[in-house]
C-alpha cells in the first residue's frame, strides 16, 4: 500500500444520468510519471477534479499514501502535497510573475491561513529567492517583474508549472500542459518536466500530444467513456488491440 | 511604486513621512483653496480613514461591499454612549467603537461571505438598510430614533465624575485629556489618527497578507487549488474594515456629538464607494484623494446660491446672465450631486483607474518625454499600475 503515492478505488461519478466515470481503479507508484490517455469526453478531467477535490465521487475513495482525500476540500487536499495545473492557465493575471510564484510558496509556508501582517514582502526573502529559482528553472526569469496576464499562453503556462513547483508537491497532476503550444514550446516543456522527474516528483499527466506521452511516461492509462480499458508500460499500451480499436482507431503512434 | 514591485521599506519611510508631513501642515497649504478652516478639514480625515478601510477590502480583495455605512454608524453611536455613560475623553469612545463595528463586522460578514460577487453586494446592502430602519425604529431606546443620539446635562459620565469633574451649565465637548475635539486641535486629533490608520494600512498592504489578498482578488479559484481556505482572509479583511469604518463613525461624534439613523443609509454607504472608486480602487492613496475631493467639491459647490451665480454672471446682459444662473443653478447648491455625478461618469468612462490613474499617465508622458529627450529610451514595462 504504501508503495501506491496515489490510489483510487473504484470510483464513479454520475452527471445527472451520465456516467462520467465508472469503476476507476488507479495506482501511481512513488516517483513515476503515469499518463492518462483517452479520446475528448472520455472522462479524463473529470477524473483529475475527483481527486483534487473539485467534484465529489458518488462512490468510492481516493487516497494519498494513507491520506483519505475524498471529501476534503481542494485546499485541504492541496495542503496534503496535491498541486495541479489546468487546461486553461489558472494564474494570478493582476500580479507579477515574481508574486504570482510567491503566493503559492507562502501557501506551503503559512498553511490554509495566516493574517500576520507584520513582515513586508521585501523582507520575506526566503521566500522571494525560492520563487525566483523556480522563475529561472522554467526560464521566466528575466521577465520576473512583468504582469501575468501579459504574457504569452505558453508562457502562462510555465508560469502555472513554476507555481506548482515551488510548493514541491508530493503529487503532481497535468492536464494537458503542451495543449495549444508550439513545437518548440512542447519540447521545453518536455525537458523541463524530465527534469523534474529525476527530482523523484510523483506526476499524473492527461496528454492528447502522444509525442509527449511517450517520451515521459512510465505507466499509461487508457481512458474510454468513462472506464479504464488497458493499463500497462507504454510498450504494452502501444501494441494493446483494444486500444488501438477504441482510441489511436488505426493511427500509428 | 507600483503594486506589482516588492517595495523596500526605505521607499515606505519615506511615503510616511510625506504622507504625515502632507497632513499635518493641511492648515497652510489648504488656505488658497478656502478649505483650511477645521470642521472641513477634520472631515477629510475622518471620510480618509473611512476610505482607506473600506480599500481593504474592496480595493485589495475585490468585493464589493455596499453597506459600510451600517459600521460607521455602530462606531458613531458607540461613541456617544461611551461620552454619555463613561467620559467625554475620545480615547475609550474610539476604543468601544472600533471594537463594537468589529465585533458587527464579524456578524454580517459571517453571512455576507458566503456567496460573492453581486450577492455579496446585495446582502451587504441589505444588511445596512436593516441596520438603519432599526435604528430608526425598535432601537429607539438606544439610538433615540428620529431626533437622534445627543448629549444631555444629565448624563452619567461617570469616569468624569470620579476624576471630579463638574458638570457645567454648559454641554461638555468631548476632548483628548484635555486637548478638545472641535477646532485646530480636533482636526489634529484625526490627523495624527489617520497617520496612525494609514501605516497599518500601509503594512497590510506591504504583507503577504496583503499579497493574498490581492490575489484573492485576481483568481479566487487558484487560490483554492494553491492551498488558502479564503473564507477567513475575507472574513479578515472585512473587519479590517469594519473597524476602520467604526473609527471614522467615532470621529464624526467627536467632532460634532451627535449620532443620527440616516449615518446608517444606503446613500451613505455609495458615497464610500465613490469615494473609493473616483481616487482609485485597490490604489495606496487613490482613497485618500477621493474622500479629498468629494468633501471639497461638496463644500464648495454646495455653498454656492442663486445671489452668488448672479453675480458672478452679471457681466453678461441681464436676460443671458438670468439664463445661465438658472443652468448652473442646476449644478450647484443642492444640486451638487449634479456635479459629482457627471464627475463620477466622466472618470469611470475615461480613467476607471480613477483619479490615480490619470495621474500614472501623467508621470509617464512626463518621463517619457525627458528619456527621449536624453536620446535614452528606457524600455517601458507593460502596464504595471502606479500605487
Known sequence: MSDYILDVTDVDKNFGGLRALSDINLRVKEGTVHAIIGPNGAGKSTLLNVIVGRLAPNRGRVLLGNEVLTGKHPYEINQLGVARVFQTPEIFPDLSLLQNVMVPALAKRDGEFNMSFLKSLFSEREIRAEAEHMLEDVGLIEHKEHLAGSMSRGDKRRLELAMCLSQRPKLFLLDEPTAGMSRHDTNRTIDLLKRIKERGMTKVIIEHDMHVVFSLADRISVLAQGAIIAEGTPEEVRNNPKVKEAYLGGETV | ?387
Not at chain 2, 79 to 89: D, I, P, Q, Y
Not at chain 2, 94 to 116: D, K, N, P, Q, W
Not at chain 2, 257 to 270: D, H, V
Not at chain 2, 367 to 375: A, H, K, P, Q, Y
Request: charged letters at 10%; glycine letters at 10%; proline letters at 4%.
Open chain 2, 1 to 387: 511604486m507600483s503594486n506589482t514591485q516588492i517595495v523596500s521599506p526605505k521607499q515606505d519611510l519615506i511615503y510616511m513621512v510625506v504622507l504625515s508631513v502632507v497632513v499635518l501642515t493641511m492648515p497652510i497649504w489648504l488656505q488658497p483653496f478656502g478649505a483650511a478652516y477645521p470642521d472641513l478639514m477634520q472631515k477629510f480625515m475622518i471620510f480618509g480613514i473611512f476610505a482607506i478601510g473600506y480599500n481593504v477590502l474592496f480595493g485589495l480583495t475585490g468585493y464589493l461591499s455596499f453597506g459600510h455605512a451600517a459600521f460607521l454608524g455602530v462606531g458613531s453611536y458607540t461613541a456617544v454612549w461611551s461620552f454619555k455613560l463613561l467620559s467625554m475623553n475620545v480615547l475609550p469612545a474610539m476604543i468601544f467603537a472600533v471594537a463594537l463595528s468589529g465585533l458587527f463586522a464579524l456578524l454580517i460578514g459571517y453571512v455576507s461571505l458566503r456567496r460573492s460577487g453581486i450577492y455579496f453586494s446585495i446582502l451587504t446592502l441589505a444588511f445596512a438598510q436593516m441596520s438603519y430602519n432599526l435604528a430608526y425604529s425598535v432601537l429607539t431606546p438606544i439610538t433615540n430614533g428620529e431626533t437622534g443620539l445627543q448629549l444631555t446635562q444629565g448624563d452619567a459620565r461617570v469616569l468624569d465624575r470620579m476624576a471630579g469633574i463638574e458638570a457645567s451649565a454648559a454641554l461638555p465637548t468631548p476632548n483628548l485629556f484635555g486637548i478638545e475635539g472641535i477646532g485646530y486641535s480636533g482636526f489634529y486629533i484625526c490627523a495624527v489618527l489617520l497617520i496612525i490608520s494609514f501605516f497599518i494600512y500601509l503594512r497590510i498592504f506591504r504583507s503577504a497578507f496583503g499579497l493574498k489578498l490581492r490575489a484573492i482578488k485576481s483568481n479566487q479559484n487558484r487560490m483554492g487549488y494553491t492551498g488558502y481556505n479564503t473564507r477567513p482572509y475575507l472574513m479578515t479583511a472585512f473587519v479590517i474594515s469594519g473597524m476602520y469604518a467604526g473609527l471614522a463613525g467615532s470621529l464624526l461624534a467627536v467632532t460634532d456629538p451627535l449620532a443620527g439613523a440616516e449615518r446608517m443609509q444606503w446613500t451613505a454607504s455609495g458615497e464610500v464607494v465613490l469615494i473609493t472608486i473616483l481616487g482609485g480602487a485597490g490604489t495606496l492613496i487613490g482613497p485618500l484623494l477621493g474622500a479629498g475631493i468629494i468633501k471639497y467639491f461638496e463644500n464648495i459647490f454646495s455653498a454656492f446660491n442663486d445671489q452668488v451665480l448672479q453675480n458672478a454672471f452679471s457681466f453678461l446682459p441681464d436676460w443671458l446672465g438670468h439664463a445661465v444662473a438658472s443652468v448652473a443653478g442646476l449644478f450647484v447648491g443642492d444640486g451638487w450631486h449634479l456635479t459629482l455625478g457627471l464627475v463620477f461618469m466622466l472618470i469611470v468612462i475615461f480613467l476607471p483607474g480613477g483619479v490615480m490613474e490619470g495621474i500614472t499617465r501623467l508621470w509617464r508622458l512626463v518621463r517619457s518625454r525627458t528619456t527621449s529627450f536624453d536620446g535614452n529610451k528606457k524600455e517601458q514595462q507593460p502596464s504595471t499600475r502606479e500605487v
